[in-house]
Structure formats: C-alpha cells, structure tokens
C-alpha cells in the first residue's frame, strides 16, 4: 500500500510540476495576418454587424471622432465596461470629458491587432492582442488577449461587454 501510494504521490507531484512549468511558458497572441478580411460574412446580416464593429473600432476608438456616435450607437447603448456609464452619452463623456481623446485623422484601414472576429445572430465578437508588462520581471512583456464584444440592433451597437476593470 505504501507504494501505491508513493507512486501516486509521485505522479500527482510531477503533474503539478509540469503544470506550474507549462503555466509560464506561452504562445504568443498574434493579430491576425488579414484583419480585414474578419470584419466581413457572405451572411449579409453578420456581414453589416461586422461591419459596424468595424467602424466602431476605426472613427469611434481609433480615430476618437465621437461626434459620430450617434452612427454606430444606440441612444440606450447598454455598457457593461465598469468605467462607463450606460448610455451614448456616458460613453461619448468617458472617452471625451474622462479620457480626453481628441479626434486624429480616420485611417483607411484599422490599426488595432485583431487576432480574430467572431459574429453569431446579433453580437460581434472582436479579440485582440494584448500586451502586458511581466509582474514578475517589469523589463519584459507578455501577450495575452483582450476582447470586446457588442450587441447589434437595427444597424447600430446597442450593448457593450469588454475585459476591463475598475480604473
């Protein structure tokens, strides 16, 4: 019995070594080599979701031109992200009276690492690369994933889920 339980003690100890080893090690996150080609669907319904994450993401997000909100959100705009208020408003004042972005050019083409783009019925879901200093070395980094996701309705974003936490 003694041995049985031994081996199983071994065996339990070098699984949780190999795990604790293999927590660290990590692939990379990486964007996506034709984010482009994400944002769109042969379905013309998700095709028109994805394609107003899109935009929310180039001239909302990007370019910071939150006097177009009203063309990619929902007066009710639901927000799940703990550091806005629900609400266009709420959102338009977090970025532009709390954050105080200020509008650049829109590009042609969006800049954010996007890994992939998911898009089911009416919600859109968009992961994208990010990157963290190391807690345990802060002269390294690590990638992991950050996502957001939105609820379409009637051509427009009308809820928001993100990662975020408490500013």
Avoid: C
């Amino acid at each position: 019995m003694k041995s049985l339980f031994s081996a199983l003690f071994l065996a339990t100890a070098s699984v949780g070594a190999f795990a604790a080893s293999s927590a660290s090690a990590q692939e990379a996150v990486v964007e996506a080599a034709d984010k482009e080609a994400l944002f769109t669907s042969p379905d013309p319904q998700l095709h028109a979701n994805k394609q107003v994450v899109y935009k929310i993401i180039r001239d909302l997000l990007e370019a910071n031109h939150w006097d177009r909100a009203g063309d990619y959100l929902t007066e009710r705009y639901i927000q799940h992200n703990p550091n806005a208020a629900s609400g266009r408003q709420g959102v338009v004042d977090f970025f532009t009276k709390v954050l105080k972005v200020q509008p650049t050019p829109i590009p042609d083409k969006i800049k954010t690492p996007v890994v992939f783009v998911q898009a089911e019925g009416d919600l859109v879901t968009v992961a994208m690369v990010r990157t963290e200093k190391d807690p345990k070395d802060p002269s390294k980094t690590y990638t992991t994933t950050w996502y957001d996701t939105w609820r379409i309705k009637d051509g427009k974003a009308d809820e928001h889920w993100d990662s975020a936490v408490k500013m």
